[in-house]
């Protein structure tokens, strides 16, 4: 591929425009970091075409059409957890995965293939081998299998954080939006209260267990609502879209406001002066990002990594972290309420996280990808 050359007109580029296919589906920690990916590249490279795999089941068939980018779908290759009868059909699974997401990948003259780990990369970064550039990022410092195989592979491995062990790993953080790191949460506040309808001046905590919610975060944060009443603190609580909550009101007092899902985490990090939230990687970068303090509830499932993401914040004074077993509606009395309540611990654990985290890794993950096309 040829060097691209700046033409006379600001942002006129010649020569090929690159193709980047992201293979990041399945769930929002995979997607998100793709979608802030593609966002960066093409504010490099407006001429680029950037290309989504995913499945017919996974978020992003939701998120990716939402950005504005075309999204190929490819038949998922879930990893069985333990042996059993699915595992023998997995080869032949495999197979028809590669086939498919390689005939997209011809179909679309692809320069470059970055994936983010999951059921969607492990086929990308198969059907890539020897034909296509692999770039892969991993947000997590226990890698999955999907990026442990596109790493031996690769061009170029991009990581979050140091000690994760792949091979040729270049520390850069995790691409996020620029809507989280350019937000200005105290310029935001009045108007993401009124569209919230949270109380204005009350002190407000944020509550998500990701995408589709925490049954027992749930349970432990809605179970001390009268307690958040009596303390005059208000609450933002995303529930996730198959769950049900349903809060009794306090009149006269702060909101406890339940929604299924936030449309616009800007707007609900704004609102909000501390969250309570799970600890995946980019959950955890994104609060960073914008100072909020936090309370994290590691997932208790897989390889400990949620406990292993959140360790900074908290070794920084940014956060607190509660064993999911632990969390009931006692202990968020106890624990989490007076946290919220208190204007100056907020403000110190605000300017703690600020300090973590790396706010350019989607143009330095961007100016990689496009290196390794050519362009």
Do not use: W
Not at 343 to 362: I, P, Q
């Amino acid at each position: 591929m040829n060097n691209p050359v700046r033409g006379g007109v600001s942002g006129e580029v010649a020569g090929k425009a690159p193709v980047v296919v992201v293979a990041g589906g399945g769930t929002a920690g995979h997607i998100e970091p793709a979608l802030a990916l593609a966002d960066a590249v093409m504010r490099l490279r407006p001429d680029a075409k950037v290309i989504a795999l995913g499945t017919q089941r996974g978020l992003e068939n939701k998120l990716v059409p939402a950005r504005g980018y075309p999204l190929e779908l490819i038949p998922p290759v879930p990893m069985p957890r333990k042996p059993t009868p699915e595992l023998l059909k997995m080869p032949l699974k495999v197979r028809d995965s590669v086939k498919r997401t390689r005939e997209i990948l011809d179909r679309v003259g692809a320069d470059v293939v970055v994936g983010f780990g999951g059921y969607v990369a492990l086929p990308a970064y198969l059907a890539a081998r020897g034909r296509t550039p692999i770039v892969v990022h991993e947000a997590n410092e226990k890698p999955g299998l999907a990026n442990r195989v596109g790493a031996r592979f690769a061009v170029r491995v991009a990581v979050a954080v140091p000690g994760t062990p792949l091979a040729k790993a270049e520390v850069i953080g995790i691409p996020l939006r620029r809507s989280i790191t350019s937000l200005d949460r105290a310029a935001l506040r009045a108007e993401a209260r009124e569209f919230f309808g949270l109380d204005p001046d009350a002190p407000t905590l944020l509550v998500f267990g990701g995408s589709q919610g925490a049954v027992s975060i749930n349970g432990a944060v809605s179970g001390a609502a009268k307690e958040f009443a009596d303390a005059g603190v208000g609450v933002l609580h995303a529930h996730g879209p198959k769950n049900t909550l349903v809060v009794q009101e306090f009149p006269g007092r702060p909101a406890y406001v339940p929604v299924p899902y936030l449309e616009r985490m800007d707007l609900a990090y704004a609102a909000a002066d501390a969250v309570l939230c799970r600890s995946g990687a980019m959950t955890v970068a994104e609060v960073s990002a914008v100072g909020l303090p936090a309370v994290f509830v590691p997932l208790p499932y897989g390889n400990g990594e949620q406990a292993v993401n959140a360790r900074p914040a908290v070794d920084a004074g940014a956060g607190l972290m509660v064993d999911d077993a632990d969390l009931t509606p006692a202990k968020v009395a106890e624990l989490v309420i007076p946290l919220v309540s208190d204007a100056d611990r907020v403000a110190k654990m605000s300017a703690a996280a600020v300090g973590l985290g790396h706010r350019e890794a989607d143009e330095t993950l961007a100016k990689i990808v496009l290196e390794a096309a050519g362009a």
